[in-house]
């Protein structure tokens, strides 16, 4: 059964896959075909990047490029660039030109991030939806039966707790998150991790129930869960009788699903012109 990663898009006599690239906060991912690449900003990143599209594609891609960090767009967009044969898109363009698969008119300065995740989540459930990112940041969308995004919460993960906490308190190390294994710690590290497993899970809890009040007229709706922290939330939200759906690859797929029905006239507007070096 072909799928929106099968997408093939013909131009100037050249055929195209498609590829989505998600520019986060701590980490560049990569989505194409069966591929899904992640790369921390290390020292090695911009390598690693330019080695898997220079060796290890025999395909050529249109590659839509989101990022909701700056300081790396335009490094990543010249590591892509010095790749032969590939195309790099600003997905913001593809957004902004295809307000059917999401309508965010009604909300001001949206993080990409959010409305990609959202056009992501459509790929596998039918809206009315709550999108839950758990990442750096976490954040908590709702979008409506008719594909309006309707506006949602942003709130620190966990892992932003974390550190916040050990730079603004003497007695606090900075500690990496371990799921907490009970819900009341007998030291500081428990403690740590049962406190902000609570705070994001309430956080959550309490924004999923108050949009299903006032967005959704109290009628359940589904709950798509996505980012590197998810996994350890959707536990403790089950407990508080929240079933969530883990859709791992949320921001990349909305990317994917974006350049699969772009005109071709919108795809050749969001190229990115060579960037000088």
Excluded at 179 to 185: C, D, K, L, S, Y
Excluded at 242 to 250: A, K, L, P, R
């Amino acid at each position: 059964m072909a799928t929106v990663y099968d997408t093939k898009i013909s131009m100037n006599n050249v055929e195209y896959g498609i590829c989505g690239i998600d520019v986060g906060n701590s980490r560049v991912k990569i989505h194409h075909d069966d591929v899904f690449l992640s790369f921390p900003y290390d020292k090695d990143w911009k390598k690693n990047v330019q080695h898997h599209f220079r060796d290890h594609t025999t395909q050529r891609y249109l590659i839509g490029l989101s990022s909701v960090n700056p300081k790396q767009t335009t490094a990543i967009v010249k590591v892509l660039q010095r790749c032969p044969g590939h195309m790099v898109l600003n997905a913001h363009i593809l957004l902004m030109r295809n307000e059917k698969q999401l309508n965010f008119g009604a909300v001001e300065n949206a993080g990409i991030d959010r409305l990609l995740g959202s056009i992501g989540a459509m790929t596998r459930v039918k809206p009315p939806m709550i999108t839950v990112d758990c990442g750096t940041a976490v954040t908590v969308n709702a979008v409506s039966k008719d594909h309006v995004f309707l506006g949602g919460v942003i709130f620190a993960g966990l892992s932003t707790q974390l550190f916040g906490l050990s730079k603004q308190t003497a007695a606090i190390p900075e500690l990496k998150f371990q799921p907490a294994q009970e819900n009341i710690g007998v030291n500081t590290q428990q403690s740590l991790m049962a406190g902000v497993s609570a705070s994001v899970s309430g956080g959550i809890a309490h924004a999923v129930r108050n949009f299903i009040a006032t967005q959704f007229h109290n009628v359940k709706v589904p709950v798509v869960m996505s980012g590197g922290e998810a996994p350890y939330m959707m536990e403790d939200l089950k407990k508080e009788g929240i079933e969530g759906t883990y859709h791992q690859h949320m921001v990349t797929d909305g990317i994917l699903a974006l350049l699969a029905h772009a005109q071709l006239a919108d795809i050749q507007d969001a190229i990115i012109g060579k960037i000088l070096h």
